[in-house]
DNA sequence: AATGAATGAGGATTCATTCAT
DNA sequence: CATGAATGAATCCTCATTCAT
């Protein structure tokens, strides 16, 4: 088994220059990224462009991987911030006005930063991220899950595991669809006319009959 | 804007030897990027696997990116190939079947070679391969929204480009997470109850009411 | 020429205070270059096993090379210490006794930190201690001849100094030699016979005829 | 335990320009050892010393301690060439002349390169060539041994075994301290009277009575 | 056409040393 | 005096690519 580099950050930066410092590098990891891919995020850009010398990088992050690691890290917080706000404020709603937020916090989060979500995605495999990652995907899940078996009375009998899994893989495709395909898709007309066909899907699916 | 290698495969390779070549090199590559990742991939590694000299890869292939682009273009032929097929094939099917059967298919291209076609999807950017992939994803949307075209008589009035989409999406979505899931998805119970359910989905919402 | 770091200390240390936070760091430094050698002794790392800052071990040290050298230094006067007892002690002793004893000596002295004497010797000509460590062979040179000296009246006509060069390489060797070969040396009853053949060796050659 | 570099050479180097290259790569390290020491010595500045390109040194050797490692193995295969020939040509001899000669050659011997000599034996531990250089030690000692035996019946009872270690380190420790003082000693009456009396020394501690 | 030795720019990482607090 | 965050020159090593044979 290839040994990975080490992506768990070395200090905890309790002070606030540290924290500066720590901050600044991770933004400046996702800016390059976005920019310029992950080939051309040299360790020495980064600290160049978080405004610190290499050795400082290294004081907080021992790889280039932990770096990316964090950047993956902070945006998977920031969305799972997103997800768990709607959910509660979906809460007490009827399936279809929560599907329908549902579906377009998706599309909202996904056209927040396309390409930093593409680049991320892409590195997971590299940084050793995967358990984080599938740890963030089953909390997503169990959330939907529990909001779904919440409202099983206006659905039909169906697994909510099963239901969960579905209706997170149609709303999450067709958001991340949507970003791909720059070109065409950016009208709001479409994005609404996007909105109300997935929607439609996923109540449809869920509702009895 | 940064300058790309070149990535069109310099000869025409019209000697059989010549093409065996190719083919090593491709398949090799392949092979690596499966195996061991983007990184592992040298182009010396990869002349080494396929048994030529890498003076030799750099005469078919002039670029490491070039590689990499030849065998994502072999891939998306043979997922092509396997569309067009089973396109063909449901031609006269009522829409349930059809839809059934696309599904169905759709998690057995997924499941042929996983790895491959993940490695392949972190590549696309790298290789310049940007546009080739919009064009195999469009026709690939340009037969699914013939088919459903065919069909529209069992459907209900919708936009057959927008329900192609939502269709692909929805489909293509729940075959590649159950891909990514092995820990739990494996089992032919799970595979066939996803396959249930993604066909209620995707018929329900393209029938009327 | 290369310039080489200073090598002196920075300060008396008078204090009670900076005297301990001297010999802390002496002790650290030879810790680590006994259980992980120079390579690994990185000044952060020394000030860290000596509980201080490495602010506080520039207070005091002006490069690393000058805690290396205070090693050094301190080993030596250590074994000169021995040395000068045991000449002491064997100063009316005859030829034989007092080979013997200074074999014995020598050899006790070498077991004590085989590794820190490996290591230091090592480093020697980084740290600039050529003078320093010459001074030191001389001494023991010097004392030696000395003792021969008074001696000489048991002894073959020879020259005292050339005298003195010989048995004490021949001694050292043997010792170090012994030290080196960890493997097979360490039985008391080896030790004996080292010791016994080497008082033959050197008083042999010492005595006339 | 610490993980050590790599130190087997890398290819086996039949071409002539392989060998030509591999040959000027030991040579600029040794040069450089000689001139600057071990820290001095990166891998790009012995590839330009060389004459050839950083990547080429990496073809054959997969790191600075392979370089120095193969560097110890040249000169110990040199010496050791000295000390068969000599053994060899010294077989029949009887016990004085012999080891008159054995003298001799060892300071000889250290006197061709006593630089890389000493850096080279600083160097032992960091690249793992204990093993071979005990190897060597005891090959050594093995044909001393082997010499004595022959002519035990001009000896005292002893130990062969004990003997030749007595021996070799009496005979090598002036030869390496001689080397060491370079002030002094460099003189070839000094020289002369050097081996006069270790000879002298080492015969009267063989020879019975 | 094929070979594989040679190239060297570029990247990740370390660590002695400084200096603001 | 002490601290330890920050520095950045320097190092080892990789790998896409070229070109003499």
Same mark, same amino acid.
């Given at each position: 088994?290839?040994? %990975?580099?080490?992506?768990?950050?070395?200090?905890?930066?309790?002070?606030?220059?540290?924290?500066?410092?720590?901050?600044?590098?991770?933004?400046?990891?996702? *800016?390059?990224?976005?920019? !310029?891919? +992950?080939?051309?995020?040299?360790?020495?850009?980064?600290? /160049?462009?978080?405004?610190?010398?290499?050795?400082?990088?290294?004081?907080? +992050?021992?790889?280039?991987?932990?770096?990316?690691?964090? $950047?993956?890290? *902070?945006?998977? *917080?920031?969305?799972?911030?997103?997800? #768990?706000?709607?959910? =509660?404020?979906?809460?007490?709603?009827?399936?279809?006005? =929560?599907?329908?937020?549902? $579906?377009?916090?998706?599309?909202? @989060?996904?056209?927040? !930063?396309?390409?930093?979500? #593409?680049?991320? =995605?892409?590195?997971?495999?590299?940084?050793?991220?995967?358990?984080?990652?599938?740890?963030?995907?089953?909390?997503?899940?169990?959330?939907? *899950? +529990?909001?779904?078996?919440?409202?099983?009375?206006?659905? #039909? %009998?169906? !697994?909510?595991?099963?239901?969960? +899994?579905?209706? &997170?893989? @149609?709303?999450?495709?067709?958001?991340?669809?949507?970003?791909?395909? /720059? =070109?065409?898709?950016?009208?709001?007309?479409?994005?609404?006319?996007? &909105?109300?066909?997935?929607?439609?899907?996923?109540?449809?699916?869920?509702?009895?009959?």
């Amino acid at each position: 088994m290839a040994r %990975k580099p080490p992506t768990n950050p070395r200090k905890n930066a309790s002070q606030a220059r540290s924290r500066a410092t720590v901050d600044a590098l991770i933004e400046a990891t996702a *800016r390059i990224l976005v920019r !310029d891919g +992950f080939e051309k995020a040299s360790t020495n850009r980064i600290a /160049e462009i978080a405004g610190v010398s290499v050795g400082s990088l290294y004081q907080y +992050f021992p790889s280039k991987e932990a770096l990316v690691a964090a $950047v993956i890290d *902070r945006h998977n *917080r920031e969305i799972m911030q997103v997800v #768990r706000t709607t959910l =509660a404020e979906v809460a007490g709603m009827p399936l279809d006005k =929560a599907v329908r937020r549902l $579906v377009t916090v998706a599309i909202e @989060a996904h056209r927040i !930063d396309p390409k930093l979500h #593409r680049v991320l =995605a892409e590195q997971i495999p590299r940084t050793g991220q995967l358990a984080e990652v599938e740890a963030f995907n089953r909390e997503v899940h169990a959330l939907v *899950r +529990f909001y779904l078996d919440s409202r099983r009375k206006e659905m #039909r %009998k169906i !697994d909510p595991g099963l239901a969960a +899994f579905i209706c &997170v893989s @149609a709303i999450e495709a067709v958001a991340h669809n949507m970003v791909l395909d /720059e =070109a065409e898709m950016l009208s709001e007309r479409m994005v609404k006319a996007l &909105v109300d066909e997935t929607t439609l899907m996923v109540v449809g699916y869920l509702q009895p009959k």
